[in-house]
């Protein structure tokens, strides 16, 4: 059974994915155009991060930052190796879409990366509606960084 909870970023094994999540990121992404958020910037009020597992079995994470009272930024979307083509980041991009309408957004925005090896994330941002739009909150105008957005309202 598949659940999504918010988590405090104490554990292991979640500090583990979000190591190799970083790690990914860094091994891909020149230093000057990586914003993944580190434990510490995943635990700062403004952001709530949920894991989901498959039974006992953690699966994927992904956070929601709010930027202000009407719109918020997905962060730290990630699916475990061994649990990639089964629907994890799918049931993530969901759940923090549902959030942010539930907390009255009427924006979602999101940064990845413009590399070949993000495609399929930013084929699902799509499958979600959201478009490509100019840089947001403080990022720069980066070649390795694709903005996307999502109108809620």
């Known amino acids: 059974m598949r659940t999504i909870v ?3 970023l104490r554990g292991p094994a979640i500090a583990a994915l979000l190591q ?15 914003h993944a958020l580190d434990l510490d910037g995943l635990r700062r009020p403004e ?13 994927g994470c992904g956070a929601l930052k709010e930027l202000d009272a009407d719109s918020g930024e997905v962060k730290s979307m990630r699916t ?5 083509r089964r629907g ?3 049931a ?7 959030e942010a309408r539930r907390r009255g957004y009427s924006r979602l925005y999101l940064e990845t990366g413009s590399d070949p090896f993000f495609s399929p994330a930013r084929a699902l941002y799509r499958r979600f509606g959201f ?23």
Request: net charge negative; with cysteine.
């Open 6 to 8: 918010v988590d405090d």
């Open 20 to 34: 190799e999540h970083v790690d990914e990121m860094r091994s891909i992404t020149p230093p000057e155009s990586k």
């Open 47 to 59: 952001v709530t991060f949920w894991s989901v597992y498959d039974d006992a079995a953690l699966v």
């Open 80 to 84: 475990a190796s061994a649990a990639q």
């Open 88 to 90: 994890v980041a799918s």
């Open 92 to 98: 993530v991009l969901a759940h923090l879409v549902g």
């Open 131 to 153: 478009r490509d739009c100019p840089p947001f909150a403080d990022y720069p105008e980066d070649p390795n960084s694709v903005h996307m957005l999502l109108v809620l309202t």
